[in-house]
């Protein structure tokens, strides 16, 4: 009776995919526990049927030895099991401590009653250092505020078994540094951790043991003290992977995309979202802009892009002007867009594949005539993209683009942009939820285009993709840019003290 | 030409914008003390003006109504249900409710208290109704605005196929003696003894009750708390232990309540006989509690702004100022729908839905 949590092959079925296959868990009392794989592992899913969110269809689970059917939430806070979801479960417009005691409100004649809650929240708080204002509406504090809010909620409902899903996705890491500290001083009193994630290095700095699941089958729980990372990974992955990709020195030549002064407001409620912000991409260069979600880094690129309008500012494409120019001239001119949502953006996802990849040049002469579509230069075109850049799907260039998944998707859009004859690439979270074979084949491909001389303009919230792929890094802190540097120059730490907006580099200064 | 045209617009868009941003940088509290300020002088001005009071009394009759229906809405809208069939609940809850009265009223009863029977079974059946639509838009998930709509059509064709069944018209005639002419010292306060204590029905302060007791639900208790939480973000509200279908059911529910209700009152008020329609009143509920925003303190603004537009055509014969204009009636006619088109405009872009509204909610899609 040493674990708190048995989970004996649990099984969950989604139409058309198995997300757990016999899967087994098991949580000892008092220690952290990873729950390693790759995205669509079926890590979530695990923990979610442990939450109530999902019913198993199959398997069983223990907790405290004794077997449990736990069919919502509810049973879950019952059994102290407390969970912090990837995607934070927070009302926008409730104050924090509205959404810590919903779903357990005092009440006082029938009135909600806040006084005695507030005052267990701000001891919980000040207890564990998790530093939260309770009567502060959600959407006006920031992401790590809202996190800690999702801790004290399960702290607030006496959990003894946390559940973190992918905490460290939004933070800086400094904040990092600090969630990991109270991790272990939950550990410490005897609450027993379970931490999702797929990266290697938190385990390694954290957890005792780690259980590693793969495309929703169980491999193994090792000693984390005992595993080296390449062993890990190798379990995580099926094979070897690499760590780091080649990088050479490379010529830097004209500049190709100039943006000056560049403002961009919230057409809501008229807020700033980028705020002056001035920067150039030069030809054989690949620019980052890294910063948390949520710091105007999206409007940014869109506002360059056209898909949102510009309020002040310019922006130069080589020596023309195109701050107001439509999104087809832009393209024409050679800006290739690897946009943030692949499904929203990129794809139409009830069209072929063959169909998906001419949507930027179905009005060229090559693909049509009066109007009329030539069917025959479009299958070509995509037998040849399918071949090059290796996107598998189950009937090729006729399958529908909805049943592909996500790596392949993202490479249709990869070679549907990087094949027409571009000198700016503009890619956006291009590595977001793929798998790391996905993610090798796109840095590779980033890298490729700054070899033969192209510009590439890069945004992504995974510091890894930035230091491995970036030249220069600019980082972007509530709509302004707040450090711009050489990569060689910087490193995770420093660069997280520009994201976190708490030093700010040469010629950046506060005015 | 395309110029000057320009330059017209652009200097339009200007002034108004600049109007804009004043009134939003200008103070709560001076707003409150001007609106005051202007009350007071409209009272003190007309406050002997019989023509005054006709109107405040007849736009009473068809503002507690829009108001006590545009609640009922938000309560399903806040619960994450988009109700558009506000117009078919009335329209079953009127008529059930009438039904009711035209019986006992050829029976020979009378008086306040089959008023208040027939709004209280109005709201019932508005309630009865409205599980329909609960179960279609959470059960079965269907699309709200079409399952919506088919309420919106079946209403008026159940309600003239039994009328008919079992009267043989399908007017509904009833007599009106419910209105209250005085209420003693009451209605001698100056200015509002005579807008709220003369010449009233019973269901004006019904529909204040409401008013008082739907803000309370929404923002003082628990219930109203998990109401907004589920129309805001189910998924937060079910892992913290809410039952969203419950929820919503309420939600649809008590719409369906205030529907019937707001069906019975409006009828009474306006008119004398019911012939299976609320002349779009549903509708124009909907309007005032998207212009107010979802929230009650708004939704009595608006209700109140609807309601003096709906009615001053009735009253335009009596205002020397706007019968010299001889415009024709129906230009008066227009005025609300005018008003709603402009409101809607102007307000949908800061609109504040709630943010899970119309979306079927299923706790076991990933």
Known sequence: ?511 | MKKIINNLFKSCKALLNKLFTKIKTAKKKTLLITIIAILIFISVWLWDNPTFYFLTRITLYSSIPLMVVALGGMFSERSGVVNIALEGMMLMGAFVGLFIMYILQGKGYNGQHIFLLSIFIGGIVGAVYAILHAYASINMKANQIISGTALNLFAPALAIFLARFFTGTQQLNFSDPFRIKRMGFLSDIPVIGKILFTNVYLSTYIGIVILLVSAIILYRTRFGLRLRACGEHPQAADAAGVNVYKIRYAGVIISGFLAGIGGVVLIVATTTTFNANVSGYGFLALAVLISGQWRPGRVVIVALLFGFLLKISDAVTLIPLLDNLRLPSNVYSMLPYIATLFVLAFTSKKSQAPRAAGEPYDAGKR
């Not at chain 1, 420093?494 to 700010?504: E, I, P, V, W």
């Open chain 1, 1 to 511: 009776m040493d674990y708190v949590i048995e989970m004996v092959d649990i099984t969950k079925k989604f139409p058309g995919v198995i997300a757990n296959d016999k899967v087994n868990f098991k949580l000892k009392k008092g220690e952290i526990h990873a729950l390693l794989g790759e995205n669509g592992a079926g890590k979530s899913t695990l923990m979610s049927v442990l939450f109530g969110l999902y019913q198993p269809d199959g398997g069983k689970i223990k907790v405290y030895g004794e077997e449990v059917k736990i069919n919502n939430p509810n049973d879950a806070n019952e059994l102290n099991i407390g969970m912090v979801h990837q995607h934070f479960k927070l009302v926008h417009n409730f104050t924090v401590a509205e959404n810590i005691v919903l779903g357990m409100e005092d009440t006082k004649n029938g009135f909600i009653s806040m006084k005695d809650s507030i005052k267990k929240i701000n001891d919980l708080s000040k207890k564990y250092g998790l530093k939260v204002e309770a009567n502060s509406i959600i959407e006006d504090i920031s992401v790590g505020m809202q996190q800690r809010v999702e801790i004290l909620k399960m702290l607030y409902r006496d959990a003894d078994i946390l559940i973190f899903d992918e905490p460290t996705a939004v933070l800086t890491p400094q904040e990092i540094e600090e969630l990991m500290d109270i991790m272990r001083q939950f550990a410490k009193e005897g609450k027993s951790i379970v931490l999702i994630t797929h990266k290697l290095r938190e385990i390694k700095a954290v957890a005792e043991r780690c259980t590693v699941l793969r495309k929703g089958k169980y491999i193994d729980t090792v000693e984390v003290k005992d595993t080296s990372m390449e062993e890990m990974a190798e379990m995580m992955v099926g094979r070897k992977v690499l760590f780091d990709i080649e990088k050479q020195e490379n010529e830097i030549n004209d500049t190709i995309l100039t943006v000056e002064k560049l403002n961009v407001r919230d057409l809501i409620n008229n807020k700033l979202l980028v705020k002056d912000v001035s920067f150039e991409v030069k030809e054989g260069e690949i620019l980052a802009v890294a910063g948390i979600e949520g710091n105007g880094q999206t409007q940014l690129v869109e506002a360059i892009t056209g898909l949102r309008k510009i309020d002040s500012g310019k922006v130069w494409f080589k020596d023309k002007d195109i701050t107001h120019a439509p999104v087809r001239e832009k393209t024409l001119q050679g800006i290739a867009h690897i946009p943030e949502d692949r499904h929203k953006y990129g794809l139409v996802l009830d069209f072929t594949l063959e169909e998906n990849l001419i949507l930027q040049d179905y009005f060229k002469p090559q693909f049509q005539n009066y109007g009329f579509l030539n069917f025959p230069e479009i299958h070509k075109h995509a037998e040849e993209l399918i071949e090059n850049y290796d996107i598998r799907s189950g009937k090729g260039r006729l399958t529908l683009t909805r049943s592909i998944s996500g790596g392949n998707q993202q490479k249709a859009i990869i070679a549907r942009e990087l094949s027409r004859d571009n000198s700016l690439v503009i890619a956006v979270q291009p590595t977001r939820g793929l798998d790391v074979g996905a993610i090798e084949y796109i840095r590779k491909s980033l890298l490729q285009k700054r070899k033969e001389n192209k510009a590439v303009l890069l945004l992504s919230l995974e510091l890894d993709d930035v230091m491995n792929l970036a030249d220069r890094i600019v980082v972007m802190y509530e709509g302004e840019i707040v450090a711009n540097v050489m990569a060689e120059d910087t490193n995770e730490n420093k660069l997280g003290l520009y994201m976190a907006g708490s030093k700010r580099g040469d010629g950046y200064e506060k005015n």
